[in-house]
Nanobody
Framework: QVQLVESGGGLVQAGGSLRLSCAAS????????MGWYRQAPRKQRELVAA???????NYADSMKGRVTISRDNAKNTIYLQMNSLKPEDTAVYYC?????????WGQGTQVTVSS
């Protein structure tokens, strides 16, 4: 059974930074592709950034240059460093692990950016 636990969300002023973490249980972490998604009120969940098991990264156009995704396989953890945050980045941020046709999600962590 895979469990994903996010942390690091909170309230930050516009222009500030946050670092999100997602700790995964289970040995499949190292062979799975990981991602961060977000969902704002009344909007669909959208990809923020992704990283494959081999370390290849992909970023949403709206986040390029402001976020960095990384993974530490020794700690079964991925990170999302977010800089220059904007009020429109306010959302619940979710961690995702994908392996083949299987998907696992964390419970989400709230990020609120004040203007």
């Amino acid at each position: 059974q895979v469990q994903l636990v996010e942390s690091g969300g909170g309230l930050v002023q516009a222009g500030g930074s946050l670092r999100l973490s997602c700790a995964a249980s289970g040995s499949i972490f190292r062979v799975g592709d990981m991602g961060w998604y977000r969902q704002a009120p009344r909007k669909q969940r959208e990809l923020v950034a992704a990283i494959t098991s081999g370390g290849v990264t992909n970023y949403a156009d709206s986040m390029k240059g402001r976020v960095t995704i990384s993974r530490d396989n020794a700690k079964n953890t991925i990170y999302l460093q977010m800089n220059s945050l904007k009020p429109e980045d306010t959302a619940v941020y979710y961690c995702n692990l994908r392996l083949g046709f299987d998907n696992w999600w964390g419970q989400g962590t709230q990020v609120t950016v004040s203007s």
